[in-house]
T-cell receptor, first 115, second 113 residues
Framework: KNQVEQSPQSLIILEGKNCTLQCNYTVSPFSNLRWYKQDTGRGPVSLTIMTFSENTKSNGRYTATLDADTKQSSLHITASQLSDSASYICVVSPAGGGGGNKLTFGTGTQLKVEL | DSGVTQTPKHLITATGQRVTLRCSPRSGDLSVYWYQQSLDQGLQFLIQYYNGEERAKGNILERFSAQQFPDLHSELNLSSLELGDSALYFC????????????FGPGTRLTVL
């Protein structure tokens, strides 16, 4: 069964500090991996999308890395801000296409940035 | 703003009732997905429509049904509501059928009393 596991489950950091969130997956072969940011009570917003051939992708202070050999991805947040407080969700799509039922969602890392 | 709209924003109803949630996808997107997110839970895929046809199904209860209309907006119907159906319901849209980048709406918060 395809799985996506995220760690840590929750994280508290001080404003201005950096942090790294982890995503391990078993989906194989896979097509792409996405990171979403979800503010409390709001819809998820896409941060990055990486295909299996990409190692890194940046979006402002967010940088995602991918190691397809070890089936691991990380999301690095630089110089955190209070507005970074949210849940970060990793989503993996398998190769071969298919519909929404083929996506595997992680349960997310809840990040809180404090003063 | 993702371009996906959902109405209503909030819905409070009683057990046993029926409600309809509405979603309008981004302009040009043909696929609509519905997700359920219970308190402190991950997103659970319910169902996907593409250009008016059901194309993928997740763990959607028999009490729930959906459809996509010719103008591509979609409705999710929830009937015989139970307390456990209280959740955030998100709609997302994408251009293609195949797992394209999804754009999520702001969600409908359903509370069943």
């Amino acid at each position: 069964k395809n799985q996506v596991e995220q760690s840590p489950q929750s994280l508290i950091i001080l404003e201005g500090k950096n942090c790294t969130l982890q995503c391990n997956y078993t989906v194989s072969p896979f097509s792409n991996l996405r990171w979403y940011k979800q503010d409390t009570g709001r819809g998820p917003v896409s941060l990055t999308i990486m295909t299996f051939s990409e190692n890194t992708k940046s979006n402002g202070r967010y940088t995602a890395t991918l190691d397809a050999d070890t089936k691991q991805s990380s999301l690095h947040i630089t110089a955190s801000q209070l507005s970074d407080s949210a849940s970060y969700i990793c989503v993996v799509s398998p190769a071969g296409g298919g519909g929404g039922n083929k996506l595997t969602f992680g349960t997310g890392t809840q990040l809180k940035v404090e003063l | 703003d993702s371009g996906v709209t959902q109405t209503p924003k909030h819905l409070i109803t009683a057990t046993g009732q029926r409600v309809t949630l509405r979603c309008s996808p981004r302009s040009g997107d043909l696929s609509v997905y519905w997700y359920q997110q219970s308190l402190d839970q991950g997103l659970q895929f319910l169902i996907q429509y593409y250009n008016g046809e059901e194309r993928a199904k997740g763990n959607i209860l028999e009490r729930f049904s959906a459809q996509q209309f010719p103008d591509l907006h979609s409705e999710l119907n929830l009937s015989s509501l139970e307390l456990g159906d209280s959740a955030l319901y998100f709609c997302a849209s994408s251009v293609a059928f195949r797992q394209g980048e999804q754009f999520f709406g702001p969600g409908t918060r359903l509370t069943v009393l």
